[in-house]
């Protein structure tokens, strides 16, 4: 599929997909998200990625909805502006829940929807100085009813409500004290130590024990407490009849560090 609003290249490991509209300071209308909804599907089939960096190109992380897009969607009949949140909903559970690793690297602001698309990965690495992340829906009539599940996840309850209630926005500092931001990295080695980050997560770390880990996160909130727990053991039992699992312990008593 030929991408309008996207990039994606895959070096060594690493996909690295971004968002390419710098002129919009990469915010999300309906092209953006099915674009990027179609690649991260792409890459959970992929052989050739093992960890996914989600950035923005440009001085931008992505700017939240496209208000433009916006406007014209509330013109709109309630089927349609439904169909539009859960293309959204859709997109941020395909990151959060992907059987890769993904890691944000916020280059710039990251407002709204794109905070909530930061939030929904594994790791948010963010710029000393150009990294901001914001959720402003309450100071424009709107409101972050999507992302809030993601902001919930990462920030706790406490700490999101006071977040979006009072549309806050945080520098790269802010952030990471709050747990927005993994780590905060010089601005001009963003890239490089993002990059490398990510290709070390992939040389030292089993594929099947990273596809299971994740699958038990995002099992963990559809099952009660008695049902998780039944899954845990079925997932460890499972776990120990793959390839990998043969190779890590076999690695381990040799004394030797497994390639992967």
Not at 4 to 19: E, F, H, K, N, P
Not at 98 to 109: E, Q, S, T
Not at 142 to 154: C, D, E, Q, S, T
């Amino acid at each position: 599929m030929e991408y309008s609003t996207i990039q994606y290249q895959i070096t060594g490991r690493t996909a690295l997909v971004t968002l390419n509209r710098p002129e919009r300071r990469n915010s999300l209308n309906d092209v953006v998200i099915r674009e990027l909804t179609d690649v991260f599907n792409l890459l959970q089939r992929s052989q050739d990625a093992r960890v996914i960096v989600l950035t923005g190109a440009g001085n931008s992380f992505c700017a939240g909805m496209d208000l433009e897009y916006l406007r014209k969607q509330a013109e709109m009949g309630q089927e349609e502006n439904m169909e539009d949140a859960q293309n959204l909903l859709r997109l941020l559970l395909a990151v959060h829940n992907h059987k890769k690793v993904v890691i944000a690297m916020v280059n710039g602001p990251a407002m709204g929807g794109g905070c909530g698309l930061a939030a929904a990965c594994d790791f948010v690495f963010g710029g000393t100085t150009k990294a901001q992340m914001g959720t402003p829906e309450v100071r424009l009539g709107f409101l972050p009813a999507v992302i809030l599940l993601f902001l919930m996840k990462r920030l706790g309850e406490g700490r999101a409500r006071e977040f979006v209630l009072r549309g806050g926005v945080y520098d790269a500092r802010e952030a990471k004290h709050a747990g927005l931001l993994t780590e905060i990295i010089p601005d001009d080695q963003l890239l490089p130590q993002t990059m490398e980050f990510a290709q070390k997560l992939a040389a030292t770390t089993s594929p099947s024990s990273i596809t299971l880990t994740k699958e038990l996160f995002s099992r963990f909130d559809e099952l009660n407490r008695s049902e998780a727990l039944d899954y845990a053991a079925t997932l460890n039992a499972l776990i120990r009849k793959t390839d990998d699992f043969t190779k890590g312990v076999q690695s381990f008593l040799s004394k030797e560090k497994p390639e992967w």
